[in-house]
């Protein structure tokens, strides 16, 4: 998985809109059916086994039509949306809890993965998604040549080169 820096001003957001979702949970932010219009976002649990990494995202109630799995620059990313199920009534009462809308979720996998060889299944309102874990990457060991420095001329070499010269004129002749 990517290393991300940390930036303590992300957190802070973080808290901020954590504290404001469970205000707005405990004290209510409007009529009962504009609380379910909210921001729908789906469970995901991330598993890693041996060979692989398992997403699993809860999607009850959604058509395999309505969700997208995209891969993009290392980031896989399931998106989709759940329609609203009720009917307009005109008397009486009733109550709407289920949140539905758009969702998006992103994962950054491991650089390495085979997007080929990633798949999918949506079954009994869990979508699957499995991603093996890429290769092991070895390190190549590269041969080094080693460069030959400035001849160095000595009066031995000189001769021998020379004798080696003249036996080579006299096998050719």
Known sequence: MALIRWDPNREL?????????????????????????????PALDLLERENEYVLRVDLPGVRPED?????????????????????????????????????VRSVTLPEGVDASKIAARLEDGVLEV????PEDRKPQRIAIDVAKGPAQVTAESANGAAEAKAEEAKAAA
């Open 13 to 41: 957001q973080t808290l901020q809109s954590e504290m404001t979702r469970l205000f707005d949970a405990f004290f209510g932010d409007g009529a009962p059916a504009d609380r379910a219009r909210s921001r729908w976002l």
């Open 130 to 133: 499995h991603v093996p874990k």
């Open 67 to 103: 969700v997208k799995v995209e891969l993009e620059d290392g980031v896989l990313t399931i998106s989709g949306e759940r329609r609203a199920e009720h009917e307009e009534r005109k008397e009486g009462a009733y109550r709407i809890e289920r949140g539905y809308g758009r969702f």
